[in-house]
């Protein structure tokens, strides 16, 4: 799908459709009123008879109006015109684009990029007009044999700016939009595979796959031995009860100077998580497929920035395993000894993804970074604390905590700082080993990341827990989001052209 800008006036586009809103109490959108000019108060005429009143997501196709070069003209409601913003905005491309599909479209001019939103500009616009149109047409349906072959028909879509002082702006939002859709896509399609097909191998692969496709990206495999060398026990203890070993993959990419400090990023790739010993029940493991969403947006976030060629340094880490139950597998009260050195008592196998992580935090003072920011399907308490739509974010650095919350707020991809303060790291006590993996019944988001925080005090460190937003709760199979990669995008735009 390809996307335009262009300026000009709605009746002179020749196109198989243009796009306009129409807002309630009867009001035009300046290009309605256009459209309403030249055919001598069609339009008007129509919401006076009350064919549309304007409510947000209603629609009306009107066919060969007077003085108007295309054959159709889509009018659609955009609700109180004071009112309009960023979520109305979404939802009405949202309709719009159904709308189209629907009705066969192959392309269409859209209008709907001029209209002043609350707080956004039109480069906002464009960008959300593109995300919003690849997430409306994304499906899944890879494993189908029986594809619906209706399901993309819309090709072309071209954005209106008012004139053309504003092309410069609106190419960046097509850029941006573009390569974060992108990045969005390859995250979506990664989590949403099944884990008999995303073993902790292929997840690896995936990685070489994007070295193959971008010539700054260059990406290195370690395996099991490797781990091993490496005196990675604590996550190595978490892979030992599955039959699919672990894979560390690391993502290189280099788009400037050598001696500019990387940001570092680390996903959790836990292929399915069982529980291992601590077995989880069956309505809990499903959708346990998704426990390597951190790993895939860290994946589509390397692969958005590649695509922008942004002059950054960035170094994704996919920690790749699967948690599963064994004869060989790890127990409750085992004693793990971290590549750090710190010992952790294991109470539940199934508060696995800090012992992965933990060890490969330790493994990113390697790289002297500017900043590390993990991300991961942590905690179930995550959820009940912040829900589906916001993912969590804890760092002991309020600078690094502005950035990251400056970038979500940019990008409409919601995170709430919860704190953590020393007094919750009194929950990790353990009577024989340096700590627990088990923070106890209260605030299971904050002591995980209290848990790590005790791995990341050689550099400036955030946590990103998206257990909630990572896939949608209706859908257990097919509910990737692609979330947090336009959070993670915008940061690293932000910080490439960041000046200390
Ligand atoms: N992967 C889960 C967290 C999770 C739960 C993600 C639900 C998405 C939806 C994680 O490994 C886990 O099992 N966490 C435990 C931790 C507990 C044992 C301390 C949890 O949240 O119950
Ligand atoms: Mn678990
Ligand atoms: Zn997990």
Known sequence: MDFFIKSGSPEKQRCACVVVGVYEMRRLSCAAKQLDKVSDGYLSTLLHQGNIEGKIGQILFLQQIKGVLSKRVLLIGCGKEHELNEASYQEIIKKTIQTLNENGTLEAICF???????????????????????????????????????????????????????LKMANLAVAHGNAISLGIKTCKDLANLPANICTPLYLAEQAQQLANQYPKINTTILNNQALKELKMYSYLAVAQGSINSAYLALIHYEGTNKTQKPIVLIGKGITFDSGGLSLKRSSAMLGMKYDMAGAAAVLGTLQAIASLNLPINVIGILACAENMPASNAYRPGDILTTMSGQTVEVLD?????????????????????????????????????????????????????????????????????????????????????DMTNLGGNAAGTITAACFLSRFTAKYTWAHLDIAGTACSPNDPSNGATGRPVALLTQFLINRSDYQP
Request: contains cysteine.
């Open 112 to 166: 709907l990029s001029e209209l002043p939103i609350k707080e956004r500009n039109n480069y906002w616009a464009i960008r959300q007009g593109i995300e919003k149109t690849k997430d409306t047409l994304y499906v899944f349906d890879k494993f189908k044999n029986k594809k619906n072959h209706k399901k993309q028909i819309l090709r072309k879509l071209t954005f209106i700016i008012t004139d053309r002082s504003q």
């Open 349 to 433: 196998t199934d508060a696995e993804g800090r012992l992965v992580l933990c060890d490969v935090l330790t493994y990113a003072e390697r790289f002297k970074p500017d900043c590390v920011i993990d991300i991961a399907t942590l905690t179930g308490a995550c959820i009940s604390a912040l829900g589906h739509n916001i993912s969590a974010l804890l760092t002991p650095h309020d600078g690094l905590a502005h950035q990251l919350l400056k970038a979500s707020k940019q990008a409409v991809d919601k995170a709430w700082q919860l704190p953590m303060d020393d007094e919750y790291q009194k929950l990790l006590e353990s009577s024989c080993a």
